[in-house]
């Protein structure tokens, strides 16, 4: 047979205190002399009772508590262990996170560093570019000018990046490069004696500039040792005259030539 249920062990408890007192009160009421009244053992049986009765009572209700009390504990153990499970959970997020931003500190300090050592890095090359522009044969002066003073603006700028600052000085340097594999033709006024002349002048790459007069009667160089535009004798005319016509497609290559040195007048 399956075990009683507790309320109906607690139940059966009760009604065999309940019959041993009565046994007990039968007893002493058989021992009682004759002259006790009846009314003073009815209530002395019913105190009885109702001691027992209330003794019960708590017993059951101190029981209730008492099971209360350990499904509680039961569940504050629960969440102890839950929120020690967590508190450890987000020591180690935070103790990632921490991490991460000591990393994120560190790259940016070397960033920094970076940035500054990068920056004096393209001030140099700027300053390099601009002494070797300042130097060079004086072609497309107005061109070359504008595009070091812009290029000038954008490398002190500081919410320009770094990558933006090389990337741009860079293309200026590639720019320049190219500038000693071309052969060009363009027209341009110069001054020759002190005087303004217009004419047509034909550089080869960065190794000469030579000049013509449209009408072809006077022709000249650039001196690099005077640093001037120089006419040359009237015997240059027709070979320079051809060289600018290959340059400006007009006629097929051949071979010429050019005093590309100093002339001797």
Do not use: C
């Not at 000469?208 to 001196?223: C, E, I, Q």
């Amino acid at each position: 047979m399956p075990p009683p249920a507790r309320g109906a062990s607690l139940e059966g408890g009760h009604m065999r205190r309940m019959v041993l007192v009565a046994l007990l009160l039968v007893l002493v009421v058989g021992q009682l002399p004759a002259q006790s009244s009846s009314d003073d053992v009815r209530e002395t049986v019913e105190g009885t009772i109702d001691i027992d009765q209330e003794t019960q009572e708590e017993r059951d209700t101190w029981a209730s508590e008492r099971a209360e009390l350990e499904a509680r504990y039961r569940t504050a153990k629960a969440n102890i262990a839950y929120l020690t499970e967590r508190v450890a959970s987000e020591e180690k997020a935070v103790a990632g996170l921490t991490e991460s931003v000591e990393e994120f500190e560190r790259r940016m300090y070397e960033a920094d560093l970076l940035q500054s050592s990068l920056q004096d890095t393209l001030d140099t090359i700027m300053g390099r570019l601009e002494e070797f522009v300042t130097l060079d044969l004086p072609f497309l002066t107005d061109e070359r000018g504008r595009r070091l003073e812009v290029l000038g603006r954008e490398l002190a700028r500081p919410e320009v990046t770094g990558a933006e600052k090389l990337r741009r000085l860079l293309e200026a340097l590639q720019i320049e490069t190219e500038y000693g594999k071309a052969v060009e033709v363009d027209q341009q006024e110069i001054a020759l004696a002190g005087a303004p002349i217009f004419v047509d002048v034909l550089r080869i790459g960065r190794v000469s500039l030579f000049w013509r007069t449209p009408d072809g009667d006077r022709a000249g160089t650039f001196d690099r040792a005077s640093w001037e535009w120089v006419e040359l004798p009237p015997s240059y005319g027709r070979t320079i005259g051809s060289a600018i016509e290959m340059a400006s497609r007009i006629r097929p290559a051949q071979l010429i030539d050019l005093p590309l040195g100093r002339v001797q007048r």
